[in-house]
């Protein structure tokens, strides 16, 4: 009776017993299909030990067996920071697969931070929402609190001497630039100065005009002495750079009075201007003694004028 | 074409040694101020009318109080005001209750030497009597004409630095004063010159050396100063010049000037040339004068459009560019 009482009690102690491992299983394995348990959270940094100038990068990693459609991941706020700041954040999705033939999906969060003061920095353990879009059920999970180490700055990489360098090159090009422009003009300008030294000096230009255009034995004096002194205002407008054509007499003795000339050549070119004055405006038929002292003065002028241009060109080609 | 020009300058230096006295005279009373009393000497000998402009303080009635005393002739002085009338100038007819007859009293216009002071304080009517009188040199009141004596020259002022309740002469009065000069301040040593002797407690006298006759003489002899065609036409180039500036390789006065020179200017420009070279003791005019005169009888007869007055561009600065960029014969 009591083997049989005993019997009995074995039989319910086994059954109580298979009844509480049955309950006691995972939620994974006693309800697959709820998938309690199929999604985990993994936080990690990329480095305990991070330096001053340097990123903290930080991982939050949720991953579960599956389609990536299986959870709706509540948007994640930002981790409570201390002595650090937010960079940026990225955030990617990928499918795995397992060995068993099957995928797993992972769905990652990285953050980058700036570290602000050496010492120790933490960032606060982060919730996510979820929602099991096949059961419909909302869950979350938490991660720990993370601590990470600010330790010393590394040095700076060359960036220093690859700037020095920029600014070498830089620098290098600038006096190329220079230095181009500088022989370019002084090229320049020794060719400008070789074509201005004229082939003909100006004075045997004009010599040549007076022989070809004044007839100092024509019968028109009058005309010819209009001509004359045309000519001899054109050479001195050219030459001295004084505008003659625009000016009367007296303003043509005045300028004369400043340019590098002997004083008996002024003397003479006043008498010449007066006496031309005379023949043009007083109404007075020309006398040929006064054309040809006037021709002459100014021919002579000419030629003297034409000696000073031969020795200047003389002096030039001994400097070269 | 042969002119005897020897002939010319000899009369020349019989008529104009007068010229040298007079200056010479006036220069006891007027320090500096020759720019002044040689326009002036040119207006008598032209029978032209001079308009003046410059700062109260110049001297100006002096110069031709003295100018009068020396040329021996009758000079009075007109100070214009907004209440004066025509017949202020020109004179009027009284009536005699004794002899029951009108009698004709003179204006100060019965003279030889008129300072018009500050002309445009007048209104125009009595603007008009004295320009008309000018023009024709003759008055008439009542039924009377009378014809007015030479020499006469009327020296019109105008300050340029009160224009509130002025009534400004119009363009086609301001034409018929035959050179319009700016008078300026005298230099440091010229200060200090009136200065002392304006303080010393004496004026000094004056002498008359000429008589009015001497200057009508003399005025005949301008007439026969020799201008060459050449010298005409130059002056005419310098007048067109202001016209049509484009012609002339004076493109941007085009937009500058409204309304060029009249053919006034270039009959004043020749008279006040042969003057000008008759002062010089010349018998015939050279480029030299029209540019030593050119500017005195031009500028005033050349209006400028409101662009030039933007670009505070007068009509002065546009003759000088002209003769500055004509060329010379």
Known sequence: MQTKILQRLNGFFILFLLANLLHSQPDSLRKPSEGKHLIQLNTYLETSKVPRNRPVVFHIELSWEGDLSRYQIEPISQPILTNLLLEGSGSENRLEPLS???????????????????????????????????TGQEDKLTSQRVMVEIVDPLPEADGGSVR????????????????????????????????????????????????????????????????LSKIFREYLDQDFDIRTRESSTAEILEKLENLEIDESDRGNLKSVFEKLDLIKFAGKNVDPADFTNIYGTIEAFLLKRKQVYESNQAELKEDK | ????????????????????????????????????????????????????????????????????????TKFQRIQFTPDLLPA?????????????????????????????????????????????????????????????????????????????????????????????????????????????????????????????KDIVKASLVVNEVYMDEKIDRYIVDLVFATREPEKYGLKDLAPLIAFGASPRASINLKLAAKAHAFLRRRGFVTPEDIKAIGLDVLRHRIIVTYEAEAEEVTSEDVVRRVLNQIEVP
């Open chain 1, 164 to 227: 020095s360098v920029i600014y070498l090159v830089l620098l290098v090009v600038f006096f190329a630039v220079i230095l181009f422009f500088v022989v370019v003009y002084f090229r320049k300008r020794r060719q400008a100065r070789e074509s201005v030294v004229p082939i003909v000096p100006l004075p045997e230009i004009y010599l040549n005009k007076l022989s070809q255009e004044v007839d100092p034995r024509g019968t028109n004096l009058n005309e010819m002495t209009g001509r």
């Open chain 1, 100 to 134: 068993s033939g099957k995928f797993r999906a992972v769905k990652s969060i990285t953050y980058r931070f700036k570290p602000l003061e050496m010492g120790m920095a933490y960032i606060d353990g982060v919730t996510i929402k979820y929602t099991d879009r096949q």
């Open chain 2, 1 to 72: 074409m042969n002119v005897d020009i020897q002939a010319i300058n000899e009369k020349i230096e019989r008529e104009s040694a007068f010229v040298e006295k007079i200056t010479a005279e006036v220069g006891k009373v007027i320090v500096g101020q020759t720019y002044m009393v040689e326009r002036l000497l040119i207006g008598l000998l032209c029978n032209g009318h001079i308009l003046l402009e410059g700062v109260p303080g110049l001297a100006k009635t002096l110069t031709v109080k003295t100018l009068s005393s020396v040329i021996q």
């Open chain 2, 88 to 212: 202020d100038l020109l004179g009027t007819l009284i009536y005699n209750q004794k002899t029951g007859d009108f009698s004709v009293r003179k204006g100060p216009l019965f003279a030889n030497l008129i300072l018009a002071d500050e002309i445009n304080r007048s209104p125009a009517k009595v603007q008009s009597a004295l320009l008309e009188s000018m023009q024709e040199r003759q008055i008439t009141i009542g039924d009377q004409t009378y014809q007015l004596e030479d020499p006469f020259l009327v020296m019109a002022t105008q300050n340029p630095i009160e224009q509130e309740g002025t009534y400004p002469l119009p363009e086609a009065q301001v034409d018929r004063f035959m050179l319009k000069l700016n008078i300026t301040y005298p230099n440091k040593e010229e200060e200090l010159d009136i200065m002392q002797r304006m303080t010393s407690g004496s004026v000094p006298d004056t002498d008359p050396v000429v008589e009015p």
